[in-house]
Protein backbone atom coordinates (compact mmCIF):
# COMPACT_ATOMS: atom_id res chain seq x y z
CA UNK A 1 0.00 0.00 0.00
CA UNK A 2 1.13 3.20 -0.78
CA UNK A 3 2.56 5.56 1.77
CA UNK A 4 0.70 8.99 2.40
CA UNK A 5 3.17 11.91 1.85
CA UNK A 6 4.03 14.48 4.45
CA UNK A 7 4.40 17.87 3.11
CA UNK A 8 4.46 19.58 6.90
CA UNK A 9 7.66 20.08 7.62
CA UNK A 10 9.10 20.31 11.36
CA UNK A 11 10.24 23.59 12.06
CA UNK A 12 13.73 25.07 13.75
CA UNK A 13 15.43 27.98 13.54
CA UNK A 14 17.62 30.78 15.45
CA UNK A 15 16.20 34.34 16.47
CA UNK A 16 18.79 36.99 16.76
CA UNK A 17 19.86 40.24 15.36
CA UNK A 18 22.31 40.40 13.54
CA UNK A 19 22.07 36.83 12.69
CA UNK A 20 22.83 37.24 8.84
CA UNK A 21 26.15 35.97 8.85
CA UNK A 22 25.17 33.12 11.65
CA UNK A 23 26.26 29.57 9.97
CA UNK A 24 24.07 27.25 12.58
CA UNK A 25 21.45 26.92 9.75
CA UNK A 26 24.43 25.53 7.59
CA UNK A 27 25.57 23.15 10.10
CA UNK A 28 22.04 21.84 10.81
CA UNK A 29 20.36 21.54 7.34
CA UNK A 30 23.59 19.56 6.58
CA UNK A 31 22.62 17.07 9.57
CA UNK A 32 19.04 16.86 8.56
CA UNK A 33 19.43 15.95 5.16
CA UNK A 34 22.30 13.27 5.57
CA UNK A 35 20.00 11.51 8.21
CA UNK A 36 16.49 12.37 5.10
CA UNK A 37 14.48 14.41 8.11
CA UNK A 38 11.86 16.60 6.95
CA UNK A 39 13.35 18.96 9.12
CA UNK A 40 14.02 23.12 8.33
CA UNK A 41 16.13 25.83 10.03
CA UNK A 42 15.21 29.36 9.36
CA UNK A 43 17.48 31.93 10.14
CA UNK A 44 15.49 34.69 11.14
CA UNK A 45 15.99 38.19 12.01
CA UNK A 46 14.28 39.26 15.35
CA UNK A 47 14.77 42.92 16.65
CA UNK A 48 14.70 43.51 20.55
CA UNK A 49 11.28 44.68 21.32
CA UNK A 50 10.03 41.41 18.93
CA UNK A 51 11.06 38.52 20.94
CA UNK A 52 7.69 38.19 22.70
CA UNK A 53 5.82 37.82 19.39
CA UNK A 54 8.34 35.65 17.48
CA UNK A 55 8.14 33.28 20.64
CA UNK A 56 4.60 33.09 20.33
CA UNK A 57 4.79 33.05 16.90
CA UNK A 58 7.08 29.87 17.02
CA UNK A 59 4.15 28.84 20.01
CA UNK A 60 1.14 28.88 17.60
CA UNK A 61 2.87 26.99 14.32
CA UNK A 62 3.98 23.95 16.87
CA UNK A 63 7.93 24.80 16.53
CA UNK A 64 10.14 21.57 17.54
CA UNK A 65 12.57 24.40 19.00
CA UNK A 66 14.75 27.07 18.23
CA UNK A 67 18.22 29.05 18.98
CA UNK A 68 18.56 32.42 20.90
CA UNK A 69 21.97 34.28 19.80
CA UNK A 70 22.63 38.04 20.49
CA UNK A 71 20.64 39.91 21.97
CA UNK A 72 17.44 37.60 23.32
CA UNK A 73 19.42 34.76 25.57
CA UNK A 74 18.69 36.39 28.67
CA UNK A 75 15.53 38.15 27.79
CA UNK A 76 13.79 34.92 26.83
CA UNK A 77 13.32 33.39 30.03
CA UNK A 78 10.28 34.97 30.88
CA UNK A 79 8.41 34.04 27.82
CA UNK A 80 9.58 30.05 28.27
CA UNK A 81 7.65 27.50 30.65
CA UNK A 82 10.49 26.23 31.84
CA UNK A 83 14.69 25.93 32.60
CA UNK A 84 16.75 22.98 32.37
CA UNK A 85 19.00 23.50 35.55
CA UNK A 86 22.09 24.18 33.58
CA UNK A 87 19.87 27.22 31.79
CA UNK A 88 19.05 27.90 35.41
CA UNK A 89 22.54 28.10 36.84
CA UNK A 90 23.83 29.95 33.73
CA UNK A 91 20.84 32.47 33.63
CA UNK A 92 20.99 32.32 29.61
CA UNK A 93 19.31 30.22 26.71
CA UNK A 94 20.68 29.84 23.46
CA UNK A 95 17.96 26.85 22.86
CA UNK A 96 14.68 25.75 23.58
CA UNK A 97 12.75 22.70 22.95
CA UNK A 98 9.29 21.56 22.66
CA UNK A 99 8.25 19.11 24.89
CA UNK A 100 4.20 18.43 25.41
CA UNK A 101 3.42 21.91 24.33
CA UNK A 102 5.78 22.98 26.65
CA UNK A 103 8.71 25.22 25.83
CA UNK A 104 11.82 24.51 27.67
CA UNK A 105 14.98 26.76 27.56
CA UNK A 106 18.07 24.81 27.69
CA UNK A 107 22.14 26.29 27.25
CA UNK A 108 24.09 23.98 25.32
CA UNK A 109 27.39 26.27 24.66
CA UNK A 110 29.28 25.36 27.38
CA UNK A 111 28.61 21.84 26.57
CA UNK A 112 29.80 21.75 22.94
CA UNK A 113 32.64 23.71 24.70
CA UNK A 114 33.45 21.14 27.34
CA UNK A 115 32.93 18.35 24.52
CA UNK A 116 35.38 19.90 22.20
CA UNK A 117 37.80 19.88 25.07
CA UNK A 118 37.64 16.19 25.71
CA UNK A 119 37.70 15.51 22.20
CA UNK A 120 41.03 17.10 22.16
CA UNK A 121 41.57 15.03 25.38
CA UNK A 122 41.54 16.89 27.83
CA UNK A 123 39.40 16.61 31.21
CA UNK A 124 39.01 20.01 33.23
CA UNK A 125 38.15 18.32 36.48
CA UNK A 126 40.76 19.50 38.88
CA UNK A 127 42.23 21.80 36.72
CA UNK A 128 42.04 26.15 37.21
CA UNK A 129 40.63 27.48 34.19
CA UNK A 130 41.13 31.12 33.02
CA UNK A 131 38.47 33.41 31.10
CA UNK A 132 39.27 36.13 29.11
CA UNK A 133 35.85 37.59 28.89
CA UNK A 134 32.49 37.30 31.07
CA UNK A 135 29.66 37.56 28.48
CA UNK A 136 27.22 34.81 27.38
CA UNK A 137 29.72 32.52 26.28
CA UNK A 138 31.92 32.67 29.17
CA UNK A 139 29.07 32.24 31.76
CA UNK A 140 27.86 29.15 30.01
CA UNK A 141 31.43 28.04 29.67
CA UNK A 142 32.56 28.74 33.84
CA UNK A 143 29.23 26.95 35.06
CA UNK A 144 29.75 23.98 32.63
CA UNK A 145 33.64 23.68 33.26
CA UNK A 146 32.86 24.35 36.97
CA UNK A 147 29.70 22.04 37.06
CA UNK A 148 32.72 19.38 35.41
CA UNK A 149 34.71 19.52 38.16
CA UNK A 150 37.44 22.95 37.28
CA UNK A 151 38.64 23.90 40.15
CA UNK A 152 39.13 27.33 39.83
CA UNK A 153 37.91 29.87 37.70
CA UNK A 154 39.07 32.88 37.10
CA UNK A 155 37.69 35.72 35.20
CA UNK A 156 39.45 38.57 33.62
CA UNK A 157 37.28 41.10 32.24
CA UNK A 158 37.20 44.73 31.29
CA UNK A 159 34.19 45.70 33.43
CA UNK A 160 34.62 44.77 36.92
CA UNK A 161 30.70 44.74 37.62
CA UNK A 162 30.08 41.90 34.74
CA UNK A 163 33.52 39.76 35.59
CA UNK A 164 33.14 40.06 39.38
CA UNK A 165 29.82 39.15 38.94
CA UNK A 166 30.51 36.00 36.95
CA UNK A 167 33.18 35.01 39.70
CA UNK A 168 30.37 35.38 42.27
CA UNK A 169 27.82 33.29 40.26
CA UNK A 170 30.49 30.65 39.95
CA UNK A 171 31.34 30.69 43.75
CA UNK A 172 27.76 30.49 44.72
CA UNK A 173 26.36 28.18 42.22
CA UNK A 174 29.20 25.08 41.98
CA UNK A 175 32.02 23.75 43.73
CA UNK A 176 34.94 25.47 42.24
CA UNK A 177 36.62 28.59 43.45
CA UNK A 178 36.52 31.45 41.23
CA UNK A 179 38.27 35.28 41.30
CA UNK A 180 37.84 38.19 39.34
CA UNK A 181 40.60 39.99 38.29
CA UNK A 182 40.95 43.06 36.58
CA UNK A 183 41.95 43.61 32.65
CA UNK A 184 44.76 45.96 33.24
CA UNK A 185 46.66 46.60 29.38
CA UNK A 186 49.30 43.61 29.10
CA UNK A 187 46.98 41.89 32.09
CA UNK A 188 49.45 38.78 33.05
CA UNK A 189 48.02 35.34 33.04
CA UNK A 190 48.34 33.55 36.47
CA UNK A 191 50.62 31.13 36.59
CA UNK A 192 48.17 28.34 38.23
CA UNK A 193 46.06 28.29 34.30
CA UNK A 194 45.96 24.94 32.97
CA UNK A 195 43.01 25.96 30.37
CA UNK A 196 43.06 29.84 28.95
CA UNK A 197 39.74 30.86 27.42
CA UNK A 198 39.62 33.14 24.91
CA UNK A 199 35.32 34.13 25.02
CA UNK A 200 35.30 37.70 24.49
CA UNK A 201 34.37 38.77 20.22
CA UNK A 202 37.93 40.09 19.74
CA UNK A 203 39.30 38.48 16.44
CA UNK A 204 35.79 37.75 15.28
CA UNK A 205 35.36 38.83 11.35
CA UNK A 206 35.34 41.17 10.03
CA UNK A 207 38.07 42.78 12.77
CA UNK A 208 40.05 39.43 12.12
CA UNK A 209 44.02 40.90 13.09
CA UNK A 210 42.14 41.62 16.63
CA UNK A 211 44.26 40.36 19.61
CA UNK A 212 43.33 40.46 23.26
CA UNK A 213 45.53 43.17 24.95
CA UNK A 214 47.22 40.38 27.23
CA UNK A 215 50.96 39.91 28.30
CA UNK A 216 51.57 36.81 26.17
CA UNK A 217 55.59 36.27 27.49
CA UNK A 218 52.71 35.03 30.78
CA UNK A 219 51.79 31.73 28.88
CA UNK A 220 53.09 28.86 29.50
CA UNK A 221 53.72 26.25 27.04
CA UNK A 222 52.04 23.37 29.41
CA UNK A 223 48.54 25.62 29.60
CA UNK A 224 46.01 25.26 26.41
CA UNK A 225 44.90 27.86 25.01
CA UNK A 226 41.10 28.17 23.47
CA UNK A 227 38.89 30.75 21.75
CA UNK A 228 35.03 30.91 21.23
CA UNK A 229 35.29 32.45 18.05
CA UNK A 230 34.50 30.44 15.23
CA UNK A 231 34.90 33.23 12.21
CA UNK A 232 38.00 33.27 11.36
CA UNK A 233 39.05 30.13 13.55
CA UNK A 234 42.67 30.29 13.30
CA UNK A 235 42.46 33.65 15.66
CA UNK A 236 45.75 36.23 16.20
CA UNK A 237 45.22 34.71 19.84
CA UNK A 238 45.67 31.00 19.08
CA UNK A 239 48.18 32.00 16.60
CA UNK A 240 50.30 33.53 19.43
CA UNK A 241 49.46 30.95 21.59
CA UNK A 242 50.87 28.12 19.38
CA UNK A 243 54.01 30.13 18.48
CA UNK A 244 54.76 29.98 22.25
CA UNK A 245 54.36 26.44 22.07
CA UNK A 246 50.88 25.54 23.54
CA UNK A 247 48.02 23.23 22.50
CA UNK A 248 45.04 25.22 20.54
CA UNK A 249 41.28 24.32 20.52
CA UNK A 250 39.67 26.79 17.87
CA UNK A 251 35.94 27.96 18.41
CA UNK A 252 34.74 25.46 15.53
CA UNK A 253 34.36 22.30 17.75
CA UNK A 254 32.39 24.33 20.20
CA UNK A 255 29.94 25.50 17.53
CA UNK A 256 29.39 22.07 16.14
CA UNK A 257 29.46 20.22 19.13
CA UNK A 258 26.73 22.87 20.75
CA UNK A 259 24.49 22.18 17.30
CA UNK A 260 24.79 18.58 17.32
CA UNK A 261 23.18 18.63 21.08
CA UNK A 262 20.45 20.83 19.59
CA UNK A 263 19.92 18.29 17.08
CA UNK A 264 19.63 15.53 19.37
CA UNK A 265 17.30 17.46 21.56
CA UNK A 266 15.29 18.47 18.39
CA UNK A 267 15.23 15.66 16.37
CA UNK A 268 15.71 12.60 19.11
CA UNK A 269 18.40 11.65 16.96
CA UNK A 270 22.14 11.35 17.24
CA UNK A 271 23.64 13.77 15.24
CA UNK A 272 26.03 13.16 12.09
CA UNK A 273 28.67 14.88 13.81
CA UNK A 274 30.88 14.37 10.83
CA UNK A 275 28.72 16.11 8.15
CA UNK A 276 28.11 18.52 10.05
CA UNK A 277 31.38 19.10 10.51
CA UNK A 278 32.54 19.13 7.08
CA UNK A 279 29.85 21.43 5.89
CA UNK A 280 30.89 24.23 7.99
CA UNK A 281 34.33 23.74 6.80
CA UNK A 282 33.37 23.77 3.04
CA UNK A 283 30.89 27.38 4.01
CA UNK A 284 34.49 28.81 5.96
CA UNK A 285 36.51 27.74 3.10
CA UNK A 286 38.94 25.69 6.13
N1 LIG B 1 32.02 28.80 19.13
C1 LIG B 1 30.77 28.91 19.55
O1 LIG B 1 29.98 27.96 19.47
C2 LIG B 1 30.29 30.18 20.17
C3 LIG B 1 29.10 30.20 20.92
C4 LIG B 1 28.69 31.41 21.49
C5 LIG B 1 29.46 32.56 21.30
N2 LIG B 1 30.59 32.49 20.56
C6 LIG B 1 31.42 33.69 20.34
O2 LIG B 1 31.77 34.20 21.60
C7 LIG B 1 32.07 35.59 21.49
C8 LIG B 1 31.43 36.31 22.64
O3 LIG B 1 30.02 36.15 22.58
P1 LIG B 1 29.10 36.50 23.83
O4 LIG B 1 27.74 36.00 23.50
O5 LIG B 1 29.75 36.07 25.08
O6 LIG B 1 29.11 38.10 23.75
P2 LIG B 1 28.75 39.14 24.90
O7 LIG B 1 27.78 38.55 25.86
O8 LIG B 1 28.40 40.40 24.20
O9 LIG B 1 30.13 39.35 25.71
C9 LIG B 1 31.25 39.89 25.08
C10 LIG B 1 32.45 39.86 26.02
O10 LIG B 1 33.60 40.32 25.31
C11 LIG B 1 34.20 41.41 26.03
N3 LIG B 1 34.80 42.31 25.05
C12 LIG B 1 34.29 42.70 23.85
N4 LIG B 1 35.15 43.51 23.20
C13 LIG B 1 36.24 43.63 24.02
C14 LIG B 1 37.47 44.34 23.94
N5 LIG B 1 37.75 45.08 22.86
N6 LIG B 1 38.36 44.22 24.95
C15 LIG B 1 38.07 43.46 26.05
N7 LIG B 1 36.91 42.79 26.19
C16 LIG B 1 36.02 42.87 25.20
C17 LIG B 1 33.08 42.01 26.83
O11 LIG B 1 33.61 42.71 27.92
P3 LIG B 1 32.76 43.81 28.76
O12 LIG B 1 31.96 43.03 29.77
O13 LIG B 1 33.79 44.66 29.38
O14 LIG B 1 31.90 44.54 27.77
C18 LIG B 1 32.32 40.75 27.24
O15 LIG B 1 32.95 40.14 28.34
C19 LIG B 1 31.54 36.01 20.11
O16 LIG B 1 32.64 36.14 19.24
C20 LIG B 1 30.68 34.83 19.68
O17 LIG B 1 30.67 34.68 18.27
C21 LIG B 1 31.03 31.33 20.01
Known amino acids: MQQEKVYRAELTACFGDPVDE ?11 DALGLNYRYLTIRVE ?19 NLTIPHKVAVIPLLD ?7 LIGAVNTVVRRDGKLIGENTDGKGFLKSLRDNGIDPAGKTVTLL ?5 ARAISIELALAG ?59 TGKPDVNYDTLRP ?20 ARRGLKTITGL ?3 VNQAALNFKLWTGKDAPVEVMTEALAKEFGL
Not at 133 to 137: E, L, P, T
Not at 195 to 204: M, S
Open 133 to 137: GAGGA
Open 22 to 32: NPSGVIAEAGY
Open 82 to 88: ELTEAAR
Open 253 to 255: GML
Open 48 to 66: KNGLEDAVKGARAMGFCGF
Open 150 to 208: ARKINIINRSEERGAELAAAVLERTNAAASYIRWIPQVRIPEETDILVQCTNIGLFPDI
Open 222 to 241: EMVAADVVFNRPNTPFLQEA
